[in-house]
């Protein structure tokens, strides 16, 4: 990577954003000799990162597979499309940066639902029932299923009621179970 003004090589990089429409990074860089700043697009695939899955596979990591399992989890709820879009981005850049060209399925999964945890806990609830195996899901996980089965019930004019007479969320802690995968 030279620099355009000097033709250095030593650069640092300032700022990575991946353009989603294009599917390349941008990235800022700042050149170690002279100081300045030039801009580089890079494209995805040259960085393409691999998922491990549990059995040793590897797979392309997909992000449009991630978006839409978590819009999936979703559905229905308060959560627009676009804070999923930019958290997978962001999960997506963080990855890239390491430099590595390997993750963990389980580190993926993990982190979604983390996410999703944050942001709305029966979309968390969905998408834990999905990826974690249930046989080993504690009892809060088993009294969340019951409320959501129920929520999926209730006339809308009730819905509400139900809501607030169950706003503690759930601990993460004790969900040590095992991927599906
Ligand atoms: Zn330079």
């Known amino acids: 990577m030279k620099c355009p003004y ?19 990074i941008r990235r800022r860089r700042e050149c170690l000799d002279c100081r300045r700043r030039f801009t580089t697009y890079e494209r ?28 999936k989890a979703c559905e229905k709820r308060p959560i627009s499309v676009n804070v999923i879009e930019d958290f997978v981005s962001e999960f997506e850049r963080e990855l890239q940066e390491r430099g590595e060209r390997e993750v963990q399925s389980r580190e993926v999964g993990e982190r979604l639902i983390r996410k999703l ?20 899901v504690n009892q809060f996980m088993e009294e969340l299923r019951e409320l959501l089965r129920d929520k999926e019930k209730e006339p809308k004019g009730q819905k509400e009621e139900i809501e607030k007479g169950h706003e503690s ?11 599906k995968e």
């Not at 834990?128 to 195996?133: G, I, L, Q």
């Open 6 to 24: 000097c033709t250095g090589h030593r650069n640092k990089v300032i700022d990575s954003r991946l353009n989603k429409g294009s599917g390349s």
């Open 44 to 71: 995805v695939e040259e960085f393409s990162l691999l998922v491990v899955k549990k059995d040793g596979r590897r797979e392309p990591f997909d992000r449009n597979k991630i978006v839409s399992g978590m819009l």
């Open 169 to 179: 969320k759930p601990t993460l802690e004790p969900l040590k179970t095992e991927d």
């Open 117 to 136: 945890y944050e942001l709305d806990e029966i979309a968390y609830v969905r998408f834990a029932s999905v990826y974690r195996s249930f046989k080993d």
